[in-house]
Antibody
Framework: EVQLVESGGGLVQPGGSLRLSCAASGFTVSSNYMSWVRQAPGKGLEWVSVIYSGGSTYYADSVKGRFTISRHNSKNTLYLQMNSLRAEDTAVYYC????????????????WGQGTTVTVSS | SYELTQPPSVSVSPGQTARITCSGDALPKQYAYWYQQKPGQAPVLVIYKDSERPSGIPERFSGSSSGTTVTLTISGVQAEDEADYYCQSADSSGTIGVFGGGTKLTVL
């Protein structure tokens, strides 16, 4: 079964750091685009970051320079290292698999985890 | 930064057709995707590449594109379709993802 399971969320003080993990099963993380998407309480979805199968990474302006997306191929796991956290980073963070069709990769996301909650507060 | 614009809310009666639009300057160049999200749940992909329907998604869900606007159409709306719907695409460079603000579909 294709599945994504996030972990690592919690309560952190402003300026602190946190690393989220997303363990994949049923497919290979390094063979797909993999993304992080967040949702602040009562708000809409916000795209955060993507890592391509080739390793290129891209970020939303709101997190650029503070967050780093990466993966561990042998663990089949995606990560999001979050530094210099702010109150506005409080959200549920989802990892998601990018759509792949006939060797082509797209920014749409067809498999989502259940999300992990990050709260930034003193 | 690049934005996608959706109406905040759409209301329809059961059995009617709901249309949710999403506008963005780069949509003629970049594919759009649509997600359904119910309270407390992760989003579910309902349309990809403007008009393709993933397996397991009912045929009443369809998508279309015209210029800078894409549209999600739900024909014969059912009570279970009540949810938030988000469009998603990428900016003109194709590297930065973006979501619309979301549309709350109410089934009267």
């Amino acid at each position: 079964e294709v599945q994504l399971v996030e972990s690592g969320g919690g309560l952190v003080q402003p300026g602190g750091s946190l690393r989220l993990s997303c363990a994949a099963s049923g497919f290979t993380v390094s063979s797909n685009y993999m993304s992080w998407v967040r949702q602040a309480p009562g708000k809409g979805l916000e795209w955060v970051s993507v890592i391509y199968s080739g390793g290129s990474t891209y970020y939303a302006d709101s997190v650029k320079g503070r967050f780093t997306i990466s993966r561990h191929n042998s663990k089949n796991t995606l990560y999001l290292q979050m530094n210099s956290l702010r109150a506005e980073d409080t959200a549920v963070y989802y990892c998601a698999r990018g759509i792949a069709v006939a060797g082509h990769y797209y920014y749409g996301m067809d498999v989502w985890g259940q999300g992990t909650t990050v709260t930034v507060s003193s | 930064s690049y934005e996608l614009t959706q109406p905040p809310s759409v209301s329809v009666s059961p059995g009617q057709t709901a249309r949710i639009t999403c506008s963005g300057d780069a949509l003629p160049k970049q594919y759009a995707y649509w997600y359904q999200q119910k309270p407390g749940q992760a989003p579910v992909l309902v349309i990809y590449k403007d008009s393709e329907r993933p397996s397991g998604i009912p045929e009443r869900f369809s998508g279309s594109s015209s210029g800078t606007t894409v549209t999600l159409t739900i024909s014969g709306v059912q009570a279970e379709d009540e949810a938030d719907y988000y469009c998603q695409s990428a900016d003109s460079s194709g590297t930065i993802g973006v979501f619309g603000g979301g549309t709350k579909l109410t089934v009267l």
